[in-house]
């Protein structure tokens, strides 16, 4: 049997630019002799649709472009995930009637939906809310594909030892196939590869794992689709972080041996993985809302050094602008370094100095501030001013703003509101401060790899970032000498303390068991509950671990608990 597994990147909302691209795979697939043709979870309204399923116009819509789907498909069947309205059902709360609706696969053959699979297992954890849309479905699917039983899953359903796999199976399925919208997340391969191993091997089947890609708001997709033989060997698997037809031929047999499989395509490691879903979620929310060019307030730190990389190769340098905004605290090294970075880049530079605009606040507030000591305040206004000239910039050419904090730091709340944290979208909202050093260094090393082996780098020499910028010390440099470490422990010491405060839920007292220091951990966790206010008000950015600020972490921001320790 040739199976053809489509991994695209849909678009939310656009039922009918989705179809178009579904269509194509399908056309593309049957040319290649493909028996049958496999899409994504959702791929027809794209995921995850949030709010939009409660409208009945974009519930009827998807429905009515499946079937007009279907009347194109001839006898190859094409599986197309969607939303599916139960009939006969609905649900009613204070705001009125709604339809209980299925996240589905439909099986599409000779011009008809020859049968439909309805997700089992409703994921309502981290950013995913199924329980609030979906009902469940109960019953399994196998089709017949040119003689072999085919079964459908949809994503969660493979999570479970005893559940909708082991179903499909019993029901005959000889090849169970398992369709996602599945968020990359670091680390996460092992645990959906152990998965389908464990089904392949346990009930003797092909396991076909199909993902889609794409960045949509605050999740990116990574694809990496791939076959698991009953023996839980991976035989194919498609590239990670770009659409691809990818194309398996499974042999009549359940011995691997008797296929001929072409060698998968190499692997990213673990900090090139996490830069490429750094770089099309950033490429794919500018260019999902209508943006074509970025704008970075570039300081000469490591921070705003790695989202000009990202942002560069999202957009392509020519649509990249940086402005370096120097303050009479700002050292020589970060301008120096701040425009050697954008030569590096290829980008446009342009440098507005903040002495002005901070005169002039600081004659404004004079009255106001009187008879006290300066401090945050002052230091925060010359943050703001800068927020306030780049969205000036960002309005006035329609550049979207990205910005350029850290986990780290929003964790403890070592960003300024309406300063740093002001624009559109926050590429290394979730990377912790000790990986942007790491990120850093590898963009060098493929930048450099790439010069070695003779490919284009635009006179820029062995580095992208310069390493005068990964060599500093992190500075605001909001005032005369200023150290991030004057007030916070270095992040070689804060970040695994957020990673377990954040990510686990770990208690104080549970930290301090494992051996840090019992004041360092107590201040950590304070700044990291009081700084709640600032991140509801932060702009999105990518899921890349495995508990992001956001949907994944639903803290109340007015509260009177207190972390035992």
């Known amino acids: 049997m040739r199976l053809a597994l489509a991994q695209i990147n849909p678009v939310v909302g656009d039922i009918g630019g989705n179809a178009a691209a579904l269509l194509d795979f399908y056309w593309r697939a049957c040319e290649a002799e493909a028996d049958v043709v496999v899409t994504p979870e959702l791929a027809l309204t794209g995921y995850p649709p949030e709010d939009l399923v409660l409208k009945t116009a974009f519930v009827d819509a998807n429905v009515d472009t499946l079937q007009r789907l279907a009347g194109a498909v001839g006898p190859v069947p094409l599986v197309v995930g969607y939303v599916e309205r139960l009939e006969g059902r609905s649900r009613t709360d204070l705001l009125g009637e709604y339809d209980h609706l299925a996240n589905a696969a439909a099986v599409l053959r000779n ?35 040119a003689g072999v039983k085919v079964g459908l899953t949809i994503c969660e359903d493979q999570w479970a030892e005893d559940g909708p796999v082991a179903a499909t199976v019993a029901a005959g399925a000889r090849v169970v196939v398992n369709l996602n919208a599945s968020p990359f997340v670091m680390n996460k391969r092992s645990h959906r590869e152990g998965w389908a191993a464990r089904h392949a091997q346990t009930h003797g089947v092909w396991f076909a794992y ?25 035989v194919a698997r498609a590239r990670q972080f770009s659409e691809e037809l990818f194309i398996v031929d499974l042999p009549d047999s359940l011995d691997p041996a008797d296929g001929e499989w072409v060698e998968p395509s190499e692997r990213l490691d673990a900090r090139g993985e996490t830069y490429t879903a750094l770089v099309l979620a950033t490429r794919d929310y500018a260019r999902k809302n209508g943006f074509h060019d970025a704008l970075i307030g570039l300081s000469g730190g490591v921070d705003s050094a790695l989202v000009a990389a990202i942002a560069v190769d ?31 880049l290829g980008v446009r530079h342009e440098v507005v100095p903040i002495a002005p605009a901070m005169q002039t606040m600081a004659a404004t507030l004079e009255g106001l501030f009187a008879d006290t000591e300066p401090g945050l305040a002052e230091e925060n206004v010359q943050s703001r001013l800068r927020g306030n000239l780049l969205m000036a910039l960002s309005n006035k050419f329609g550049h979207l703003l990205l910005t350029t904090g ?58 992208w970032i310069p390493q005068t910028i990964l060599d500093k010390e992190p500075s605001a440099e909001l005032r005369p000498d200023q150290r991030d470490t004057d007030s916070l422990p270095p992040y070689e010491v804060l970040d695994p303390i957020l990673v377990r405060y954040i990510e686990r839920d770990a208690s104080v007292d549970e930290i301090i068991a494992d051996g840090d220091d019992p004041e360092t951990v107590r201040a950590v966790a304070r700044l990291v509950d009081l700084a709640e206010y600032k991140r509801r008000q932060a702009a999105p950015g990518p899921k890349i671990t495995a508990k992001a600020f956001g949907k994944d972490r639903r803290v109340p921001i007015t509260q009177g608990w207190t972390t035992p320790g």
């Open 314 to 344: 999202a957009l392509g340098a020519e649509h990249v602008t940086t402005v370096a905004m120097p303050s009479p605290y700002s050292s020589e090294g970060s301008l120096t370094d701040a425009l050697q970075l954008a030569k590096n």
């Open 406 to 463: 850290n986990k780290s730091e929003y964790a403890v709340g070592y960003a300024t509101l309406y300063g740093d944290m002001a624009g559109g979208f926050a590429p290394i909202k979730d990377v912790y401060k000790t990986l942007v050093y790491r990120l850093c260094e590898w963009r060098n090393e493929v930048h450099q790899a790439g010069a070695q082996a003779g490919a284009p780098d635009n006179g820029n020499g062995s580095e």
């Open 210 to 234: 199909l993902n889609m890609v794409g960045g949509q708001d605050d999740v990116v997709f990574d694809g990496d689709s791939f076959v698991m033989a009953p023996d839980a060997r991976v």
């Open 111 to 145: 011009g008809t939906i020859e049968a439909v699979y309805r997700k089992a297992r409703l994921p309502n954890y981290g950013v995913f809310d199924e329980k609030r849309y979906f009902h469940p479905g109960t019953d399994a699917v196998v089709v017949d594909v």
